[in-house]
């Protein structure tokens, strides 16, 4: 699976931006997908996730409210729209594929997918 992040960029606290991560390689309604981000000198932190058909979501605690996730079958694609935007969203945001329906406990794990996009930089400035 081949995975390409689009969307980031500079943006002041309380505004938006969308991410778009595509995906080509496998059938993609059976992948579960998944948003991680990776702020300087932190650890790779779980955002988002969906599970492929019938689809779920599932969001961290700490973007629920502000970040939602969406995919795009016909286009094997996913989104991530975040809004009401903070200086600590600032990191490098991944996409990431499992090839299969991962369950629910697994989905925050970092260690089970399988592919990953090259990410993209997203910095909200105070």
Known sequence: VQL???GGGLVQAGGSLRLSCAASGRPFSYLTMGW?????GKEREFVAALRGTPVTTHIADSVKGRFTTSRDNAKNAIYLQMNSL???DTAVYYCAAHPGRLVVSAVRNSGVYDYWGRGTQVT???
């Open 124 to 126: 909200v400035s105070s």
């Open 86 to 88: 903070k200086p600590e």
């Open 36 to 40: 991680f981000r990776q702020a300087p």
């Open 4 to 6: 390409q992040a689009s």
